[in-house]
């Protein structure tokens, strides 16, 4: 255990990547979205706003899925830290993170409400088909989303790490193969109106579900890829 909270100081040596950053793309997103609602003429504010421009930092969590193998990867295997060591000290902390900022974006939107949606009626961290739930299923939707953000960058790394630009490229292509193979399923079996209907009565606990499925996924194929990952 001493080890793995090692790897996790390890990573967290440059702080302004996994702290500084993400508030400021926080803040200046809101800021700028703020901005934009108060240049808006006054009939196009009657109705509620919406913007996803809070939800920047889940995607950030991609980038930095790509960064924490890439940047301190190589040096974890010049300290000679292990394969599995070096994994589980970086979920963890990502894991860490993600519940922190999924806490925030929570507390965010109960300000939201509390304001009027910031005095423009908007909707930005409580958007309606979230903040209709419970404080636990709303935590557990940002964390899930933003692990599996996470977990993407850091597969994608992984194999980068282990067949270079070549073994990315053969896996995009065999996702893309992938989607329009389902895509050609459904629409041989004309069910697009039964896929449809499924994605629009999906909740939200439903969806995370289906993102932690995903998610646990991509974590085992990135252990093993990591195995024989070259450093």
């Known amino acids: 255990m001493s080890r793995i909270i090692n790897v996790a100081k390890m990573q967290m040596i440059n702080r302004w990547t996994?702290?500084?950053?993400?508030?400021?793309?926080?803040?200046?997103?809101?800021?700028?979205t703020l901005a934009i609602w108060a240049l808006l003429p006054a009939s196009a504010r009657d109705g509620e706003l919406y913007s996803g421009s809070?939800?920047?930092?889940?995607?950030?969590?991609?980038?930095?899925g790509i960064q924490s193998l890439?940047?301190?990867?190589?040096?974890?295997q010049a300290m000679s830290v292990s394969r599995r060591t070096f994994y589980l000290g970086t979920l963890g902390?990502?894991?860490?993170?993600?519940?922190?900022?999924?806490?925030?974006?929570?507390?965010?939107?109960?300000?939201e409400t509390a304001t009027g949606g910031w005095g423009f009626n908007g909707q930005i961290f409580a958007l309606g088909w979230i903040a209709e739930n419970n404080a636990a299923i709303q935590i557990l939707f940002y964390f899930v989303a933003m692990v599996l953000l996470f977990m993407i960058g850091f597969w994608s790394a992984t194999v980068y790490m282990r067949w270079k630009a070549t073994g990315l490229l053969i896996a995009g292509i065999c996702f893309a193969v992938l989607?329009?193979?389902?895509?050609?399923?459904v629409g041989l079996n004309d069910?697009?109106?039964?896929?449809?209907?499924?994605?629009?009565?999906?909740?939200?606990p439903g969806l995370a579900l289906v993102m932690g499925v995903i998610g646990v996924a991509?974590?085992?194929?990135?252990?093993?890829t990591l195995r024989r990952a070259n450093a």
Do not use: C, E, R
Request: net charge positive; proline share 2%; glycine share 12%.
């Open 18 to 32: 996994f702290l500084g950053i993400p508030l400021v793309i926080l803040v200046g997103s809101t800021v700028m």
């Open 54 to 64: 809070g939800q920047a930092i889940m995607w950030y969590f991609l980038a930095l």
């Open 70 to 76: 890439t940047y301190t990867f190589p040096f974890s």
């Open 218 to 224: 991509l974590a085992g194929g990135s252990y093993l």
């Open 179 to 185: 989607v329009l193979g389902l895509l050609a399923l």
């Open 93 to 111: 902390l990502f894991a860490a993170l993600a519940l922190g900022y999924s806490i925030l974006y929570y507390l965010l939107g109960l300000l």
């Open 191 to 204: 069910a697009w109106a039964q896929v449809g209907s499924w994605f629009a009565t999906m909740k939200v």
